[in-house]
């Protein structure tokens, strides 16, 4: 569960954008969308190796 502790003198708005950040960082919303839509195994394997084309293909970070 995500939550935030809003400060004293702190905005509301500041807050709900500090909470978006932490929510959308957490990756609920990608997990509820991938338990929520059904993929076909023979789609997921195509996604699963174009996923791993591109990362072959992107040089790695320092």
Not at 10 to 24: G, V
Request: charged share 40%; no cysteine; proline share 5%.
């Amino acid at each position: 569960m995500v939550g935030i502790q809003v400060g004293e003198n702190e905005s509301i708005d500041k807050a709900l954008k500090r909470f978006k950040k932490k929510y959308e960082r957490s990756g609920i919303l990608k997990e509820f969308k991938k338990r929520t839509a059904y993929i076909k195994p023979s789609v997921q394997k195509r996604m699963d190796r174009l996923k791993a084309i591109r990362r072959a293909q992107t040089p790695p970070q320092e």
